[in-house]
């Protein structure tokens, strides 16, 4: 008798908490579909569903809304270009991106030269456009194409390009957006080359031309009309000598930082490497541990993260939990025959 009590009130836990379950979804199912009425709307005869959104023309757009409808219609600015043009499904006019450039202004920065020949600029270059009413800057990927070579000075050879590079710019340099108005300079701009040792820096200069870029991708598609290509040059003799790093690696270049060992980190100055080392703290540990690529030794056991622990915990939980729910419900289901 005492037994058949014990059961039936475990029976009776085991259904409940069934009950509660079930009764935690269906609530969820219901607060789903309750809610206000919305109403559809008809507008020119025909129906359109609430918060639905609909084009009537190319600068009216409409939307439903429990039964009223709401239309807005675009405004355009007047445009000043000469062929201005709608994209398809626009409403407005614009003005195809059209830019003339004026001048190209080549500076260098810094010469990183090595014993044979090989050199590597780093230039700035500003453009200058020409600023009409019917001009526009450009935004878009993939604008601009800027060439860069040695041109000989003497004037029988200053057809001959050394080091011809089509493309020096990279591809953050290469989408640089253009504001009208607005001042815009490639910096940084990477030119390496290899000249005869020879070379003296008077008697040649570095030329950089400046094109629109063959892929050029204009945000909203638009047109980007480019006048002819522009080419601006520079001495040699301009910018400031620096001396790259020897290492065993390679090179490093002037103002480079890089790491020889997990300790040591060092800074090229102008042909010297200048290196520190870095001091470690007493690890704080019986049996400190050094961990691959690190300067200093680590404590090896350390607290496991939280969330491990709560994954750890629920887990063993719910597994827990189910296998006294399979045991209650053999148990039950047998207790019934
Ligand atoms: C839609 O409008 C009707 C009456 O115009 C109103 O009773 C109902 O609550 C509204 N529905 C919503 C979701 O606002
Ligand atoms: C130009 O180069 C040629 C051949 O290298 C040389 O003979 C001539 O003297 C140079 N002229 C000048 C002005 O440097
Ligand atoms: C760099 O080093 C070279 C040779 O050691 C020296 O002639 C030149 O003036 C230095 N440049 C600067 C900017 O310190």
Not at 14 to 35: A, D, K, Y
Not at 66 to 72: A, E, L, M, P
């Amino acid at each position: 008798m005492m037994m058949n009590r014990s059961w039936y009130l475990a029976c009776l836990v085991f259904g409940s908490l069934v009950l509660v379950v079930h009764h935690v979804s269906s609530q969820e199912s219901i607060s789903i579909s309750s809610g206000e009425p919305s109403y559809p709307c008809v507008y020119r005869g025909i129906p359109y569903l609430h918060s639905e959104v609909w084009r009537v023309d190319e600068c009216t757009t409409c939307s439903c809304d429990n039964s009223s409808i709401t239309c807005v219609i675009e405004s355009c600015q007047p445009v000043f270009c000469v062929e201005p043009l709608k994209l398809p499904g626009g409403c407005c006019f614009i003005c195809p991106y059209d830019v003339t450039v004026r001048e190209v202004t080549p500076t260098i920065q810094v010469k990183h030269k090595t014993t044979n020949g090989h050199t590597t600029l780093f230039l700035a270059v500003e453009v200058k456009f020409r600023d009409a009413k019917d001009k526009t800057g450009v935004s878009g990927e993939s604008l601009w194409e800027l060439s860069a070579w040695i041109a000989l000075v003497n004037i029988s050879h200053s057809h001959t390009k050394i080091g011809f590079t089509e493309q020096v710019l990279n591809a953050g340099q290469a989408s640089q957006w253009f504001i009208k108005g607005d001042q815009f300079i490639f910096r940084d701009v990477v030119y390496p080359f290899v000249a005869p040792a020879s070379l003296m820096c008077d008697e040649a200069e570095v030329c950089v031309e400046l094109r629109r870029g063959i892929n050029a991708v204009t945000t909203d598609g638009r047109p980007f009309n480019f006048d002819t290509p522009f080419i601006g040059c520079t001495s040699l003799c301009t910018g400031r000598d620096l001396f790259p790093c020897p290492d065993k690696e390679g090179k490093h270049l002037h103002k480079d930082v890089w790491q020889q060992d997990p300790c040591t980190q060092c800074t090229c100055n102008n042909g010297t490497a200048e290196c520190s080392t870095k001091e470690c703290p007493g690890p704080g540990c019986n049996r400190p541990v050094r961990l691959e690529g690190e300067c200093c030794l680590s404590c090896p056991y350390q607290s496991p993260d939280n969330s491990d622990l709560w994954i750890t915990l629920v887990i063993s939980t719910s597994v827990l939990v189910g296998v006294v729910i399979v045991a209650l419900t053999i148990v039950c289901l047998r207790h019934r025959k």
